[in-house]
C-alpha cells in the first residue's frame, strides 16, 4: 500500500538554526500538506501546496516558513531561524485531488529545538 | 464557539462494550467530515469518512448532522487495540476556493481487559 514518508524521523537543532524537513507523497497524490502538532495539543494546518504554489496558508506560517518541492519525489518544509516553540511534531501529507478528499499522512517528524 | 470541538475525554470502557464519540463543528460551509485515529507520539490514521446518510464499517458507524453541526462516531464491541484518540475533522472551503483540514482535540479512549 503506498505511503507517505518522512525524514528525518527526529531533528534537533539549536535555536536560530535553519531546518529542513522532507516528505515524499503518494505518487500519483497531487496536493501537499504541512501540519505541526505540539506536544499534547491538536493537530494544525500550516500550509497547503498544488501546481508547484502555495494553495493555502495558516497564520503560523509567517516568514520564516517556506515550501518547496525541488524535484518530482520531494516536499519540503524549511523553517529558517527556528525558535524554542517550533518543537513540534510536524506532519506531512497528501491527497489525490484538491476538495472533499481524504488526507493521508505521514509518520512524522519530532522536531526539538534547544 | 471552537470550530471542531470533541470531549477530550478518556473513556475507559470494558473489552466488548459500545462507545460512542460527539463532535460539534461551528463552520456550517464545511463539505466534508472525517474521523481519524491516532495512537501516541505517531500519524492520524484515516478511519472513516463521514457523510450525510451515516456510513459503517464493520465495527464502526459514522453519522453527520448538518442542521445541528454534528458528527458522531459509534464503536461497537471495542477491542483492546481501539485504544487510541479519536480525532474529529472538518474540512472547510475557504474563502481562498481552496480546503483546509481542521482537527478537533480529540477523545482518548482507553479499552480495558
Known amino acids: 500500500e503506498p505511503e507517505v514518508t518522512q525524514t528525518p524521523s527526529h531533528q534537533v537543532t539549536q535555536m536560530g538554526q535553519e531546518v529542513i524537513l522532507r516528505c515524499v507523497p503518494i505518487?500519483?497524490?497531487?496536493?501537499f500538506y504541512w501540519y505541526r502538532q505540539i506536544l499534547g495539543q491538536k493537530v494544525e494546518f500550516l500550509v497547503s501546496?498544488?501546481?508547484?504554489?502555495?494553495?493555502?496558508k495558516s497564520e503560523i506560517f509567517d516568514d520564516q516558513f517556506s515550501v518547496e518541492r525541488p524535484d518530482g519525489s520531494n516536499f519540503t518544509l524549511k523553517i529558517r531561524s527556528t525558535k524554542l516553540e517550533d518543537s513540534a511534531m510536524y506532519f506531512c501529507?497528501?491527497?489525490?485531488?484538491?476538495?472533499?478528499?481524504?488526507?493521508?499522512f505521514g509518520p512524522g517528524t519530532r522536531l526539538t529545538v534547544t | 464557539r471552537k470550530e471542531v470541538e470533541q470531549d477530550p475525554g478518556p473513556f475507559n470502557v470494558p473489552e466488548g462494550a459500545t462507545v460512542a464519540f460527539n463532535c460539534t463543528y461551528s463552520?456550517?460551509?464545511?463539505?466534508?467530515f472525517f474521523w481519524y485515529r491516532q495512537d501516541c507520539r505517531k500519524e492520524p490514521k484515516l478511519l472513516m469518512s463521514?457523510?450525510?446518510s451515516g456510513n459503517e464499517d464493520g465495527r464502526f458507524t459514522a453519522q453527520l448532522n448538518r442542521a445541528s453541526q454534528y458528527i458522531s462516531l459509534l464503536i461497537r464491541d471495542s477491542k483492546l487495540s481501539d485504544s487510541a484518540t479519536y480525532l474529529c475533522?472538518?474540512?472547510?472551503?475557504?474563502?481562498?476556493?481552496?480546503?483546509?483540514?481542521?482537527f478537533g482535540t480529540g477523545t482518548r479512549l482507553k479499552v480495558l481487559a
Open positions: 501529507a497528501s491527497s489525490e485531488a484538491q476538495g472533499p478528499y481524504e488526507q493521508y
Open positions: 501546496f498544488y501546481n508547484n504554489e502555495i494553495s493555502e
Open positions: 463552520n456550517s460551509a464545511s463539505q466534508s
Open positions: 463521514v457523510y450525510s
Open positions: 505518487s500519483n497524490h497531487l496536493y
Open positions: 475533522v472538518v474540512n472547510p472551503l475557504t474563502t481562498s476556493g481552496t480546503y483546509k483540514y481542521i
